[in-house]
């Protein structure tokens, strides 16, 4: 371990309590992911964003057209291109949402013991005592005494601007619910979700199907996030999707946990998807209180011994309008880390929230803090002993290049990869310094034009913890001669430099390959 880091079993000084944070180049290995909106979208404030630790932008289409998020899209390349920091895109489906629909967008009101109607007929107008919702089936899904939720965007919990109706009969397509606690809902759009009701709705809507094969294709999006995911098949049929449009067949698909269901199927899903994002805001509505915590452990390490990204959403929702997090918000996000979570996921923070650049440094903060105390000496040996033995070449060659440079108290792991599996492998095992991966890029053609691989592997390694990526040159092909390599790493060796993570007299794990042979090895930096 360094020496820097400390255990959460020892004894923690209480003066490295109170040393100030030290800034770095990588605000922290746990990557943060921010959804863009009206309150992020400007060239200057992504660019903020960018500065303060973003490394995916995620757009969500439960709101706003594609014309709107395009505008959006074009302002973060300008905002990347100014920064000179790479960024993801991620495109979040609407999935099996269910809306409560206000074209006024007056305030509704809405008072404790008094009784309301949710009505399919999307043309009456929102008040009060009538709220209409764009599904036909609630009243074939629901029966007396089952609980429902309706907030603004996800639900906040607080009492004001979320309300808990409970079924108190059906009435023909209608059901007439009792209301739990005064709530004003304001906006144009509401999210409504039944707790722990089975809904009849695809999980791919032809909705989601247009926009992913136009904005989607259109801009090459990098994941997407399928909200709603309840089975594998979801998945099945989502990468089934994908495939045939273009370049999006390397799309990596991101399974959005959010209800029972989906609880119940996890094992097989984690098995389909790329990475799971674990929707904290409606599972929390699902589940009992007393149980996230348990769901949030178990998928983390599920998700970690399978080596495959793991986001966790509604973090500091306090923050959308405060400055600071509350104290329960900063721990819960180092929780998060210490779990094993590979990405925050910030929602309403940073698309209307009043402080999008501020959020996301200070999650970076409290990301970097928890990072210092995470252990990974046992996470290691849990993960070795996970996989078992014979390990794969590929595993084998992973875990040796994590435990060299742990044990020499390297800087930085130097990885050359084509495909982005190898750098993936290495960071699966959580090293405590972070992994330069060098993307070698290929080259293709269809006989018509030739075009490089490279991007999409380098843009998706950004939503995995620890792992950070550069473009090689595409002149220097990836299993090659000793003096192209050594001219790449000379390049790679270089931007950690700039970067500030390598200094003089440092020293550097390098895994790569030479000719058939993957190797690892140790180089000590002169002056």
């Known amino acids: 371990m360094h020496s820097t880091h400390l255990l959460l079993e020892e004894p923690i000084r209480m003066a490295s309590i109170l040393e100030p944070s030290k800034a770095s180049f990588f605000p922290a290995m746990t990557k943060i992911v921010g959804t863009l909106g009206p309150k992020s979208r400007s060239v200057e404030v992504i660019s903020g964003c960018l500065k303060a630790g973003m490394s995916v932008a995620r757009f969500d289409f439960s709101w706003h057209d594609p014309e709107y998020h395009q505008e959006t899209l074009e302002n973060l390349k300008a905002a990347v291109k100014l920064t000179k920091k790479l960024c993801a895109v991620m495109l979040d489906t609407v999935g099996a949402e269910m809306q409560v629909v206000n074209k006024s967008e007056k305030a509704i009101s809405l008072e404790a013991d008094a009784t309301v109607v949710l009505t399919p007929d999307a043309g009456q107008e929102a008040s009060s005592e009538l709220l209409p919702i764009n599904f036909d089936g609630l009243s074939k899904a629901v029966k007396k005494g089952d609980t429902i939720f309706i907030g603004q965007y996800l639900f906040t919990g607080s009492e004001t601007t979320s309300v808990w109706l409970e079924v108190s009969e059906v009435k023909g397509d209608d059901v007439v619910c009792v209301i739990k606690n005064s709530a004003t809902l304001a906006g144009s759009l509401f999210t409504l979700h039944g707790s722990q009701i089975r809904i009849g709705l695809p999980t791919l809507t032809d909705k989601d199907k247009e926009v992913i094969s136009t904005w989607g294709v259109q801009n090459k999006i990098d994941f997407l996030s399928l909200s709603y995911t309840r089975h594998a098949e979801d998945v099945r049929q989502a990468r089934e999707f994908l495939s ?284």
């Open 244 to 527: 045939k449009l273009g370049d999006l067949y390397q799309t990596q698909i991101f399974a959005k946990i959010e209800n029972v269901e989906g609880l119940n199927h996890f094992d097989e899903i984690l098995q389909e998807a790329d990475g799971i994002i674990l929707s904290r805001g409606n599972l929390g509505i699902d589940l009992p209180p007393e149980k996230v915590f348990l769901f949030q452990k178990a998928a983390l390490y599920k998700c970690n011994m399978a080596g495959k990204p793991a986001v966790v959403t509604r973090v500091v929702d306090s923050m959308t309008d405060n400055l600071r997090p509350t104290r329960a918000e900063a721990t819960d996000v180092a929780n998060a880390v210490l779990d094993g979570s590979d990405a925050i996921l910030l929602g309403a923070e940073t698309l209307r929230g009043l402080y999008p650049v501020e959020t996301i440094s200070i999650v970076g903060k409290i990301c970097s803090e928890a990072e210092k105390v995470f252990n990974q000496d046992m996470f290691f040996k849990k993960t070795v002993k996970y996989v078992g033995e014979p390990m794969t070449h590929l595993e084998s060659i992973a875990s040796s290049a994590v435990r060299a440079a742990i044990k020499v108290k390297a800087s930085v792991i130097i990885c050359f990869t084509s495909s982005g599996r190898a750098a993936r492998l290495i960071a699966k095992y959580r090293p405590t310094m972070p992994v330069l991966s060098v993307v070698i890029p290929r080259l293709k053609t269809n006989q018509l034009k030739w075009s490089f691989s490279g991007a999409f592997e380098a843009r998706q390694s950004l939503i995995v913890r620890g792992l950070f990526p550069m473009l090689a040159d595409p002149r220097h092909p990836a299993e090659s001669t000793s003096a192209s390599n050594e001219s790449v790493l000379k390049v790679a060796l270089d931007h950690g430099k700039a970067a500030g993570v390598i200094k003089s007299h440092d020293r550097v794990v390098v895994c790569q390959k030479v000719g058939d042979a993957s190797v690892v090895k140790i180089i000590e930096l002169e002056d």
